[in-house]
């Protein structure tokens, strides 16, 4: 099944001592979470083989950029670094690079014909194999894994950015076909695991001190749709509801989350589920992508805007403190002026909490690049600011019902900007800076601490803005 190939084509990698000692390493993570994951886990891999984190990037002696090909500047970003990264490698031939994620995937061996300082190629579905394919460098080759992969359990070495929050990989991959995205080429079929593999990696990470969790998955809808078995009733016997089910009481864990979530497949169900289990917090992230019926049929998306609107409205009617956030595309080819307009009116309709937008970007080996009418750079830049100053207003709008009030905070660390503040999260995801008496900064010797990561605090909100809130320890 694993198509991992060698290519002897340049002077081989510089052998680094086996064994703990082997150097410094540092990491680039570029695009969406399902790469910070992956992340995670390849510094855990580093970490167990030996390396420990480089202070610096130009300094280290492994250098891996995890990269994103989702638009074109995500794609462009990483040759810049690279271009850096193979003048060092001239000069020190001791260096590994190594290209990681989605343009890798992308590109395969053409990036070696561009970059031929590089040591590894490797797409998303070989990230837990990444010291399996670094003891081939150091057998002097240059590797390109971009093979179809069955991905393998491997959640025991992870290196977590954080001490209170953590990402968990229920779904590798997606089915989908939407005309715009490169996804489904660079990371493959869709492959869920199975409900006690996660339930029991939640239970090491909740152990660990964790006290949330957010599963993902690129169509986390479709979650189950390829693991066997049928309910009594008929039905599928793994879908997400009853993963939530079947994890939501792991001890210790005081919230759960999951995205991203796709229109098509939302159910009903899912929606009484996050209403009914109290660890699962009332934020949904479900793209639209576009508020006109007919660009949503050009995109292959499988779902009208009313369709959106129900579920909306029936997460709403269940959970009326809901958060939501979406993604949407604007200069879709072919879009007129009218049908953005449906998008600017969907969301002030919608009143979201949060919007990502993009204008969009042709990629290769996609449909919807290939048609003929694409729109100018003049029209995709004009429509993107006003949306951006739209999504903005609505934010803040929905921001203002925070004033005054006493919200949740899960404790996720000083505020790195400034630390005599805290900074954490709502259940609705929105970030929160509050002080307290016992300041983030004060050291040790200053008293027992009233407040620390992890813990869930209440906060009365003071200050709102847009996309965060300010307050005081009540
Ligand atoms: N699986 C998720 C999103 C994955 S990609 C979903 O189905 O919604 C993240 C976001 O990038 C997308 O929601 C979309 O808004 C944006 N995106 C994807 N391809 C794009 C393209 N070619 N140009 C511009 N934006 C794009
Ligand atoms: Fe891309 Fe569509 Fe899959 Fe999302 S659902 S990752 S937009 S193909
Ligand atoms: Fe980018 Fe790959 Fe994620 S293209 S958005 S890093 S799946």
């Not at 074109?72 to 190594?98: C, F, I, M, W």
């Not at 990444?130 to 991905?151: C, K, P, S």
């Not at 209403?275 to 009208?304: N, W």
């Not at 002026?337 to 998008?343: D, K, L, N, S, V």
Request: glycine share 8%; net charge neutral.
């Amino acid at each position: 099944m694993t198509a991992t190939h060698s290519l002897q084509l340049a002077p081989p990698a510089a052998q680094s001592p086996a064994g703990p000692g082997r150097g410094s390493y540092w990491i680039t993570t570029f695009g969406c979470q399902m790469n910070k994951a992956d992340s995670e886990r390849m510094a855990g891999i580093l970490e167990t083989l030996g390396y420990r984190e480089a202070s610096a990037e130009l300094s280290a002696d492994l250098v891996l950029y995890n990269t994103c090909t989702i638009r074109d500047n995500a794609e462009q970003k990483v040759y810049s670094y690279l271009g850096r990264q193979a003048q060092r490698k001239r000069l020190n031939p001791h260096l590994t690079l190594v290209v990681a994620g989605c343009v890798a995937q992308q590109e395969g061996e053409a990036l070696l014909r561009r970059v031929p300082e590089l040591d590894l190629v490797m797409g998303p579905q070989h990230a837990n194999r990444l010291d399996t394919l670094l003891a081939q460098v150091e057998q002097g080759q240059q590797v390109v894994a971009t093979g179809e992969h069955h991905i393998l359990e491997d959640i025991t070495t992870a290196r977590r950015d954080s001490a209170v929050c953590a990402w968990v990989n229920v779904i590798y991959g997606c089915n989908e076909r939407c005309t715009y995205c490169v996804v489904p080429s660079v990371r493959g079929q869709e492959q869920s695991r199975r409900p006690e593999a996660i339930r029991l990696e939640m239970e090491g990470l909740a152990a660990r001190g964790f006290r949330e969790i957010t599963l993902l998955g690129q169509n986390i809808d479709a979650y189950g749709r390829d693991l066997p078995g049928i309910t009594p009733e008929g039905r599928r016997q793994h879908t997400l509801t009853d993963l939530l089910h079947h994890v939501h009481d792991v001890e210790g864990l005081e919230r759960i989350r999951f995205a991203t979530s796709h229109p098509r497949y939302f159910t009903e169900r899912l929606i009484d589920a996050c209403a009914a289990l109290p660890k699962v917090c009332e934020h949904f992230h479900i793209p639209f992508q576009s508020g006109d019926d007919a660009v949503l049929k050009a995109m292959a998306r499988g779902y009208t805007v009313e369709r959106y609107r129900r579920i909306l409205s029936r997460i709403r009617e269940r959970m009326p403190d809901a958060a939501i956030s979406a993604d949407v595309i604007v200069a879709f080819p072919g879009e007129s002026e009218a049908q953005f307009r449906r998008t600017l009116a969907l969301i002030e309709e919608i009143g979201f909490d949060q919007v990502n937008t993009a204008a969009y970007s042709p990629r290769p080996n996609t449909p919807a690049a290939d048609w003929p009418d694409q729109l100018s750079e003049t029209v995709k830049v004009e429509r993107l600011q006003e949306l951006n100053a739209l999504v903005e207003r609505t934010a803040r709008r929905r921001s203002a019902r925070y004033q005054g009030r006493l919200v949740q905070v899960l404790v996720e660390g000083p505020n790195p900007r400034q630390a005599s503040q805290w900074m954490g999260r709502t259940r609705t995801n929105r970030l929160t800076f509050f002080s307290a008496d016992q300041p983030a900064g004060a050291g040790p010797g200053s008293g027992a601490p009233a407040v620390q990561a992890g813990d869930l605090v209440n906060v009365r909100i003071e200050e709102v803005r847009a996309f965060s809130l300010s307050g005081t320890l009540a």
